[in-house]
């Protein structure tokens, strides 16, 4: 009886065997892949629209701060995340820089394929006290082309309108300031490009001056060489801000 058991497990073992080894059908997930673009590494960010951060003395509690933001914007230049990289040693008014951060927008990175990618970078930002008896004044975009534009004079260019800039004397920190800059425009005049060429002292003066630059329109005057073809130019300005010469 025992020797008919062993062979009866005996022959079950192949079939088992064979069983086992025998492959199974796995349906195959469909692959997927996600495209990550490279963040564009910068130590300073380029605006479209500036971080308009909005404080009194009293959130700087009686002393001049200073802080770095560090910034993430997508390919379209929307501020995806801010964080403090230097507190001002106020977390309040932390949140204020991070909160003018977030409503601002950067002016997107084109890499040399010509696609637009996310940036990294930081801004710094310093807060000075307001002297309640000193008078602020404003300052327009009276540069060196446009107060010859208005002047009738000849020019290698002309603006379109005005450029949209509004500086207060704080902004000059006790000093006459000059900027010079260049640019490009297009066949349909938009500029293009700006360079500062030689800075104000104050980065956020420059990064202004820059903003305002992006929005704006230029004229050429046209040739009869240059009417039927019209490549990128190249142009440049400078304007000047004089304490004592502020409306």
């Known amino acids: 009886m025992k020797k008919i058991l062993c062979l009866s497990v005996l022959m079950t073992l192949p079939l088992t065997a064979a069983y086992s080894a025998s492959p199974k059908k796995v349906q195959a997930l469909p692959t997927q892949t996600i495209e990550v673009l490279p963040a564009h590494l910068t130590t300073r960010i380029q605006w479209s629209k ?32 801010a964080t403090v990289e230097e507190s001002t040693g106020l977390n309040g008014l932390d949140q204020v820089l991070i909160r003018a951060v977030e409503k601002a927008q950067v002016k997107p990175h084109v890499a040399e394929n010509g696609k637009a990618v996310p940036q990294i970078g930081y801004q710094a930002f310093n807060l000075k006290l307001v002297d309640k ?31 949209e800039l509004s500086v207060d004397s704080e902004q000059l920190n006790q000093h006459d300031r000059k900027i010079k800059f260049s640019f490009k425009a297009d066949k349909h005049g938009n500029v293009k490009k700006v360079k500062i ?14 903003q305002a630059l992006s929005a704006s329109k230029i004229s050429v005057k046209r ?21 004592n010469a502020c409306s």
Not at 68 to 74: G, H, L, N, S, T
Not at 197 to 210: F, M, T
């Open 133 to 163: 008896n000193t008078k602020d004044c404003d300052f327009a975009f009276n540069s060196k082309v446009w107060q010859a534009q208005q002047n009738e004079k000849r020019t290698a260019f002309q603006y379109v309108q005005q450029p």
């Open 50 to 81: 500036f971080p308009k951060p909005n404080y009194s003395n009293t959130d700087l509690k009686n002393k001049n701060r200073a802080a770095i933001i560090r910034v993430y914007a997508d390919e379209r230049g929307k501020v995806q995340e």
């Open 197 to 210: 060429k030689q800075g104000s002292g104050v980065y956020a003066l420059d990064q202004k001056v820059v």
């Open 223 to 243: 040739t009869a060489s240059t009417l039927w073809i019209y490549k990128k130019s190249s142009f440049k300005d400078e304007i000047q801000f004089k304490l």
